[in-house]
Antibody
Framework: QEQLVESGGGVVQPGRSLRLSCAASGFTFSNHGMHWVRQSPGKGLEWVAV????????FYADSVKGRFAISRDNSEDMVYLQMNSLRGEDTAVYYC??????????WGRGTMVTVSS | QSVLTQPPSVSAAPGQKVTISCSGSSSNIGNNYVSWYQQLPQTAPKLLIY???KRPSGIPDRFSGSKSGTSATLGITGLQTGDEADYYCGTWDSSLSARVFGGGTKLTVL
């Protein structure tokens, strides 16, 4: 079945880097844009970034612009989020989600990132 | 402060109907499709409505969506205790070149 599985979360010190991965299966990955969305503890959803199906365009939330980078490997059905200069406010569950018809139609279970000294 | 405005909470009795509003502007809801998501406690969000009013396969017709101008509405009829969740609206914002979500609405089925 169509599935997304995130990995790479953990505890990291402020100012350090972390790379999240999202493995897709059960659908033609290269046909879809992919999003990263995060949720801080007890808070609402916050969109982070999107990459188009062919990787030709990438957009970021202002809160992460210049620090985070989204990328994908269509040969491996993977999407990544490179997170640099991490801050306490980046602490959240990070979800990857598939884009279809201007919506996020499939979501992974998420991976937790904790930024703390 | 979210770009899209939702009420923090709504409540209704089992079997009743509830609506959740989502207010935006011409740069987002006014000119882009709206989607709605349900997030049950401790789970990932789930798509309920896309393209303003379409339901993915498997979503019961108790859930409906509509849009008028710069506002959108999610309707849920025949409320069940299992509908207790957080609900989010989302769309693209053409000025920000970013996807945006509402702040979320907690539904309580009394």
């Amino acid at each position: 079945q169509e599935q997304l599985v995130e990995s790479g979360g953990g505890v990291v010190q402020p100012g350090r880097s972390l790379r999240l991965s999202c493995a897709a299966s059960g659908f033609t990955f290269s046909n879809h844009g992919m999003h990263w969305v995060r949720q801080s503890p007890g808070k609402g959803l916050e969109w982070v970034a999107v990459i188009w199906n062919d990787g030709s365009n990438k957009f970021y939330a202002d809160s992460v612009k210049g620090r985070f980078a989204i990328s994908r490997d269509n040969s491996e059905d993977m999407v990544y989020l490179q997170m640099n200069s991490l801050r306490g406010e980046d602490t959240a569950v990070y979800y990857c989600a598939r884009d279809r018809d201007d919506a996020c139609d499939i979501w992974g279970r998420g991976t937790m990132v904790t930024v703390s000294s | 402060q979210s770009v899209l405005t939702q009420p923090p909470s709504v409540s209704a009795a089992p079997g009743q109907k509830v609506t959740i509003s989502c207010s935006g502007s011409s740069s987002n809801i006014g000119n882009n499709y709206v989607s709605w998501y349900q997030q049950l406690p401790q789970t990932a969000p789930k798509l309920l409505i896309y393209d303003n009013n379409k339901r993915p396969s498997g979503i019961p017709d108790r859930f409906s969506g509509s849009k008028s101008g710069t506002s959108a509405t999610l309707g849920i009829t025949g409320l069940q205790t299992g509908d207790e969740a957080d609900y989010y609206c989302g769309t693209w914002d053409s000025s920000l070149s970013a996807r945006v979500f509402g702040g979320g609405t907690k539904l309580t089925v009394l």
